[in-house]
């Protein structure tokens, strides 16, 4: 009997090609993500400290000035907050489309694993069943030659 061979080797292929594919995109998505969570945070910090800078200064009586000063330098950080929300949840939207693209993609793989796995039960069975014929023609041929021979 020849050597197993999967008819859709390539299919198989291609399928693990894209699974690798589909998980280094969700991973550079993740990082990117992970990345923005960083400058979001940083940014938060930053109006926080704005803000109690603001407190303390009105607190203290500060010069109407520099109470302006530091009110538009508040609104320009949670500006800038703002914008970094936003490309937080943006990154957060296209590490998720990347994870459902990678689970999708890894489930084609298993399937053509278990097609893989079935098709070389299959032939395991095929190749058993020719083996056991080849044993009882030998066995019958062996019971024929001893018949003879006595």
Do not use: P, W
Not at 21 to 31: H, I, K, Y
Not at 38 to 47: A, D, H, I, T
Not at 55 to 62: M, P, Y
Not at 92 to 101: Q, T
């Amino acid at each position: 009997m020849k050597k197993f061979a999967f008819r859709f080797e390539r299919l198989k292929k291609l399928r693990e090609l894209e699974r690798d594919v589909s998980l280094n995109a969700f991973s550079t998505s993740l990082q990117e993500f992970m990345h923005k969570e960083k400058e979001y945070k940083l940014m938060f910090k930053r109006v926080l400290n704005a803000r109690n800078e603001l407190n303390v200064a009105l607190e203290n009586g500060s010069s109407v000035d520099k109470i302006n000063t530091l009110l538009n330098n508040v609104y320009i950080l949670e500006g800038l907050l703002k914008g970094k929300r936003d490309e937080l949840y943006s990154a957060y939207l296209k590490a998720k489309e990347d994870k459902a693209d990678f689970l999708e993609k890894d489930i084609k793989r298993k399937v053509m694993e278990k097609i893989r796995d079935q098709h070389l039960r299959l032939y395991l069975k095929k190749l058993f069943k020719e083996d056991q014929s080849n044993i009882d023609e030998a066995s019958s041929n062996i019971r024929e030659l001893k018949r003879k021979i006595t």
